[in-house]
Nanobody
């Protein structure tokens, strides 16, 4: 399984971030994985943001739930992340990852995409 994130590298404060995770080697509807978004701010640890399951159910970090939406396009085999009202503290490397169903263990990761929130 391969995952490839893409999106804008620079976003202005208060704007909306849209990231795409293109999945190859398996279907986004597979029962084997939850598709997660995880980020890492500079100098800090990994932060789980949320996930979408094979059935389309979504789960979010409580601290980000009000600003975050995860969706998918089955035909394009892609998973999306939208986050609104961006702030400079949202600056981070954003990863998509394949979590073994309900295991909290990540079998596959994308290479990550840097997002900088700055005016």
């Amino acid at each position: 399984v391969q995952l490839q994130e893409s999106g804008p590298g620079l976003v202005k404060p208060s704007q909306t971030l849209s990231l795409t995770c293109t999945v190859s080697g398996d279907s986004v509807t597979t029962t084997s994985y939850y598709w997660s978004w995880i980020r890492q701010p500079p100098g800090k640890g990994l932060e789980w943001m949320g996930a979408i399951t094979y059935s389309g159910s979504t789960y979010y970090s409580p601290s980000l739930k009000s600003r975050t939406s995860i969706s998918r396009d089955n035909a394009k085999n892609t998973v999306y992340l939208q986050m609104n009202s961006l702030k400079p503290i949202d600056t981070a490397v954003y990863y998509c990852a394949a979590e073994g169903e309900g295991t909290a263990e990540y079998d596959y990761w994308g290479q990550g995409t840097q997002v900088t929130v700055s005016s």
